[in-house]
């Protein structure tokens, strides 16, 4: 790439920008958590915690280390473990599965719907077997699951739903706030996500206070008083300097959010029409973590964009059935085949609340051109 290229590169979230917005204010909570000698389990992060439970709507909520923590101490709190069988879609991060296995439970995958990237209900139920306690459904790229069909089997089947909200922080189903519908929501503030922090962090919320009693010892070694454990649990505890950023880029975050929305209203209108685009559905928010198109040529269009300096990546390139680690299962290639269609086809462009104008039309433009269109819808 050229030099010039380089220094305008388009990532594919711009934080520094977010950087240059708040920046004081960030370094002024984070000198306030050093300067009050409190780092693990402070007044930031139980702040933090009733912000975002008020936000969600939801009773409880609890901040750990991470997403994959989160999924992992929902399972162990709903007493999920070895024996036990978990539904999740095999169209996702790799950490949803992974926090099943982790949990000492089977992975089971089904099928996707075409349109919005999230399980298929139907095809959901059909995976459910005597064994199965829980299903994992995930909010992909920011727009929710079908989740007044994906409740009504769980009920019916007598099985608990755990939302994998991970990438949707924000984003409503019917009027509600996903992460609030089901059994446990589990959120990812890691930098990338809509809501980041500065490394890693996440959270857990409910509705029910016995799981919540058995998540806040979950996260901090089994125990809610010091040193008396009353169960096998873990460290994952969100750091005090992590609550404290979370705490001001949570300020921002519906301006944020809504410029997402902008910008993507802007892809989705002036992008080649042959390209299909996210689908918009009445009731059922899209947040757009991700900005994700589908052609043939995927990989010449992001090689293509390289050149023109514009980042762009794949989400993902290899469905969970098909990855190595996940060959005991003994899934096939064909087993689940839109997940393995729409991963050939796939393709992610950049999307920052901060990006400019100009900067979207260089993209749009760059797509464009790329199909022969010279910028004509």
């Known amino acids: 790439m050229e030099e010039q290229n380089q220094q305008n590169f388009i990532p ?6 977010e950087v240059n917005l708040m920046g004081q204010s960030i370094i002024k909570s984070v000198t ?11 007044e930031k992060g139980k702040k933090l915690e009733h912000e975002l439970a008020g936000y969600l709507n939801v009773s409880y909520a609890l901040g750990v280390a991470n997403g994959t923590d989160a999924l992992y101490i929902a399972l162990k709190a ?3 473990g070895i024996g036990d069988e978990v539904i999740t879609t095999p169209f996702t991060f790799f950490g949803t599965a992974e926090a099943i296995a982790q949990a000492g439970a089977k992975p089971v995958f089904a099928d996707i ?3 919005t990237y999230n399980i298929d209900p139907y095809k959901m139920e059909k995976a459910i077997t005597p064994k199965t306690k829980a299903i994992i459904v995930v909010h992909l790229f920011g727009l929710s699951a079908k989740m007044s069909q994906i409740m009504e089997i769980a009920k019916k089947h007598h099985i608990k739903v755990i939302e994998d909200a991970c990438q949707a922080i924000g984003t409503e189903y019917q009027g509600k706030r996903v992460g609030s519908i089901g059994d446990i929501g589990c959120f990812s503030f890691f930098p990338s996500k809509n809501l980041g922090a500065f490394g890693d962090a996440g959270l857990v919320v409910t509705n029910n206070k ?3 009693k058995n998540m806040f010892m979950l996260r901090n070694h089994g125990s809610d008083k010091k040193y008396l454990h009353s169960l096998i649990g873990m460290n994952s505890r ?3 300097i992590q609550a404290a950023i979370l705490l001001v880029k949570l300020k921002y975050f519906d301006v944020f959010l809504h410029l997402r929305k902008e910008i993507a209203k802007n892809y989705t209108e002036n992008i080649h029409k042959s390209l299909k685009k996210p689908k918009i559905y009445e009731n059922r928010e899209h947040t757009f973590h991700q900005y994700c198109i589908e052609l043939d040529e995927r990989n010449e269009l992001s090689a293509y964009l390289l050149e023109k300096g514009i980042s762009s990546a ?3 390139p290899v469905p969970l059935h098909l990855q190595e680690a996940f060959s005991y299962l003994n899934y096939k290639e064909g087993d689940f085949p839109l997940a393995e269609t729409i991963a050939k086809r796939i393709l992610a462009l950049p999307i920052s609340p901060t990006m400019s ?3 979207q039309e260089n993209i749009i433009n760059c797509v464009n051109e790329f199909l022969g269109e010279k910028g004509s819808k």
């Open 210 to 212: 016995d799981l919540y």
């Open 78 to 80: 709903l007493g999920i």
């Open 357 to 359: 104008r100009e900067i």
């Open 32 to 42: 306030d958590v050093i300067e009050s000698g409190a780092y693990v389990l402070g």
């Open 113 to 115: 719907d075409e349109e």
């Open 314 to 316: 794949i989400y993902y």
């Open 12 to 17: 594919m979230v711009d934080l520094k920008e």
């Open 238 to 240: 969100l750091d005090e």
